[in-house]
């Protein structure tokens, strides 16, 4: 199995805004990432799927700064990042949305106050006018800035989170199954609102995903992800076209078009 | 496939119930309708639709503080708004089962699997110890895993999702019983486990010609498992059409739902969302 892209499917429009090479993540003596490489392109929508266990949250979260990575380098528009620690401007460029919206927004904290503590943090002034642009930008609106997270429904919180991490204006957003605890028609409206953000800002997504049918709704290209290893890496059409080689792509292409009697 | 008795198997009519809350009452179930016999029924609906409060109702798992009207609610004959605590125990586990998302909270964490299988069978029916392993792990083989004697011994933390599913439907099962309701079994699994614990399903359902309620949210994998799907909304039963003709649904919000999906091959940007009217509710 070999960690390479295939040449047809790394052909990377633009400069590259994320190199990760023969990233190994272990813990005690699990290697939950397992020498893996990857390059997105600036501007590019890229989809990593795979199942519990496959590594593909653990990829982001290193990336991230929030799982420690013992070999391998990452690149992040051109600046090196170690295995452990990411300074202030890392963050400027690279913020994450977490798969869990009940999860990740402080339960005791405001709207305003979850907006608030990231400009704070990294030295915006004009704070006020920020916060409501960014609610506004994700469809919610000024009557939503006082409320606590449990006032809101998931696909309100998950907005919040997606706001949280634009206020700072990043250019690449990590996104972790940013849809797996919404109802389906929630999942589109949040669908829909990512790709206008990322058209507005010329955002690079880098998506983690079980679901195949939204990762080849989301990405340009994706990775598949098994056992802490890639499997492949292909375009989003070849999935269409059936153009891959590995049998467990095709096994995930097949159960992800439902159950069949027989 | 659906060979239908005179008698249904579950008479369902005009089925609420209602929830006290700080604001006044709160209706999760307004007025439920259907009969079933022996077939698949899938109900579909989103979150707060009250396609669970249907299925805990007809179980009499509804808690406590709510209050459950029909006009009937029925197993075979038997009215289970009037039944004894106790008899809806005794039916509970031998005459109807259920089975829940995530076998990581239904199953008990410290009793191993096997005896958890032989608790179930032990309170509906007088056998032997002996027999009641054998028929504990003849069980666990019906349910595809491959070394019982090994998961028999095992605690529900050392096996997969997918396989405590299994343990579960086994479980589940072992009583025989005529009506099974599954609330979203497979929607806590991988999408590969998904497909083979569904087939496991399916095929202890057609044997056993049991009848089955299958409430998801995921109204494609419902249409392809089942032979007729309730459409919920708000409480209420939307739309009610067989499988096959769902490509042909009429209520907006069935096509809304089936519209909204992300599928490979197909290029809409943005997705279409669906545009809840009012009079959907009413």
């Given amino acids: ?262 | 496939m659906s060979a239908t008795s005179n008698q249904p198997l579950l008479t369902v009519d005009d089925l609420r119930v209602t929830f006290p809350t700080r604001t006044g009452e709160v209706q999760a179930v307004r007025g439920v309708s259907f009969t079933l016999g022996r077939e698949r029924l899938g109900i579909v609906g989103e979150s707060g639709s009250g396609k669970s409060q249907t299925g805990r109702a007809i179980m009499g798992l509804t808690p406590s503080q709510a209050k459950i009207t029909a006009k009937t609610l029925a197993l075979g004959n038997r009215d289970l708004l009037s039944i004894s605590a106790s008899e809806c125990r005794h039916l509970r586990g031998k005459q109807v089962a259920m089975i829940l998302q995530d076998p990581k909270y239904s199953l008990n964490p410290v009793m191993r699997i096997g005896r958890q299988i032989i608790e179930t069978l032990k309170t509906h029916e007088k056998v032997s110890n002996a027999e009641a392993k054998a028929r504990t792990l003849a069980m666990l083989e019906a349910v595809q895993i491959r070394d019982p004697e090994r998961v028999f011994s095992l605690y529900p933390h050392e096996v997969s999702g997918g396989m405590g599913q299994r343990v579960m439907i086994a479980m589940m099962l072992i009583c025989g019983p005529e009506l099974l309701i599954a609330d979203e079994p497979t929607s806590a699994l991988d999408v590969t486990v998904q497909l083979e614990v569904l087939d496991i399903l399916d095929k202890l359902v057609a044997d056993r010609g049991m009848g089955l309620i299958f409430i998801s949210h995921d109204l494609r994998l419902v249409s392809s498992f089942c032979d007729r799907v309730l459409v919920m909304y708000a409480g209420r039963v939307v739309e009610e059409l067989p499988s096959a003709d769902l490509s042909q649904a009429q209520h907006p919000y069935t096509r809304g739902l089936l519209n909204c999906l992300p599928t490979i091959g197909s290029d809409r940007h943005p997705l279409p969302v669906l545009d809840r009217k009012p009079e959907w509710r009413l």
């Fill in chain 1, 1 to 262: 199995m070999t960690t390479v892209p295939s040449p047809n499917a790394s052909s990377s429009a633009g400069p590259v805004a994320l190199s990760i090479r023969d990233m190994v993540v272990t813990y005690d003596e699990f290697n939950a990432l397992d020498h893996v490489s990857l390059d997105v392109a600036e501007g590019e929508s890229f989809g990593i799927v795979g199942e519990s266990g496959s590594g593909k949250s653990t990829l982001l979260r290193a990336v991230a700064g929030l799982a420690k990575f013992g070999q391998g380098s990452l690149e992040v528009n051109g600046q090196s990042y170690s295995g452990s620690g990411r300074n202030k401007e890392f963050y400027r460029t690279v913020q994450m949305v977490f798969q869990d919206p009940y999860g990740s927004l402080h339960p005791r904290q405001t709207v305003d106050r979850l907006l608030l503590e990231p400009l704070v943090i990294h030295g915006f002034t004009d704070v006020d006018a920020r916060i409501s642009r960014a609610l506004d930008e994700v469809g919610l609106g000024a009557g939503f800035r006082f409320r606590y997270s449990h006032q809101l429904s998931g696909g309100q919180r998950q907005r919040i989170a997606i706001a949280r991490a634009l206020i700072l204006e990043p250019k690449i957003l990590l996104l972790d199954e940013p849809t797996s605890a919404l109802d389906a028609s929630i999942q589109a409206e949040i669908l829909n609102l990512l790709e206008d953000a990322r058209r507005a800002r010329n955002l690079t997504f880098v998506m983690v995903s079980h679901d195949l049918g939204v990762i080849s709704h989301m990405c340009e290209r994706l990775t598949v992800m098994k056992t802490g290893k890639v499997v492949e890496t292909v375009a989003a059409q070849a999935l269409e076209k059936r153009e891959f080689s590995a049998d467990y792509t095709r096994q995930l292409l097949v159960a992800s078009e439902g159950f069949r009697r027989g």
